[in-house]
């Protein structure tokens, strides 16, 4: 007759196992199936300038924005996030900066990985639980700055009887 008295054990046994193996690995796809091209490209030439990268995330179904509740490039699968290969992360940030149209976030406090969307040209960094910081392209800066410096650069006179504000523009 075989003991019998292990077969609990077992089954407690696997079933810890399948529950610690379902917590631990990541639930979120890392193949580049639902990537778009220009994201697959970027991350090649990435490859091929830096060396190997460990791409941690594509597509998320249902994934949102922290914070804002918006549909996160995730959840269309139109965003990557990957580690870049070992003492390069400032390199390859610089190198997206300077040559990705689309969003480039970065992030530190333990998560030390790199996004890249196909949305509008945005920067961002976020540690975690300080919030997004996000900014436009430079090109939009140099604009804004330069109109503010235009208005400032120009004469205002006196104009008591008009009722939108104090001052004028100069004729």
């Known amino acids: 007759m075989k003991n019998r008295s292990h077969t609990p054990f077992r089954v407690l046994a696997l079933t810890v196992l399948a529950l610690v193996t379902a917590i631990a690995v990541p639930t979120t796809s890392a193949n580049a199936g639902c990537m778009p091209s ?3 490209s970027k991350l ?4 091929a300038k830096f060396g190997p990268v460990q791409v941690i995330s ?3 179904p249902g994934a949102r924005i922290a914070g804002s509740g918006r ?3 995730h959840a269309s699968c139109r965003a990557v996030d990957f580690n870049p290969p070992p ?3 400032s390199q390859v940030v610089a190198w997206l900066k300077a040559n990705h149209s689309g969003g480039v976030g970065t992030y530190s406090c333990g998560m030390h990985h790199i ?3 196909t949305g509008p040209r945005v920067r961002f960094h976020k540690c975690q639980g300080s919030g997004r910081y996000a ?3 430079s090109k939009s800066k140099k604009r804004r700055y330069a109109k503010a410096k235009s208005k400032r650069n120009q004469a205002y006179v006196y104009a008591p009887h008009r ?3 104090r001052y004028a523009n100069a004729q």
């Open 38 to 40: 220009a994201l697959a």
């Open 44 to 47: 090649n030439q990435i490859r």
């Open 58 to 60: 594509t597509h998320r």
């Open 71 to 73: 549909a996160s490039y």
């Open 87 to 89: 003492g390069k992360y």
């Open 115 to 117: 996004h890249i969307d």
């Open 135 to 137: 900014s436009r392209s």
């Open 163 to 165: 009722k939108t504000g």
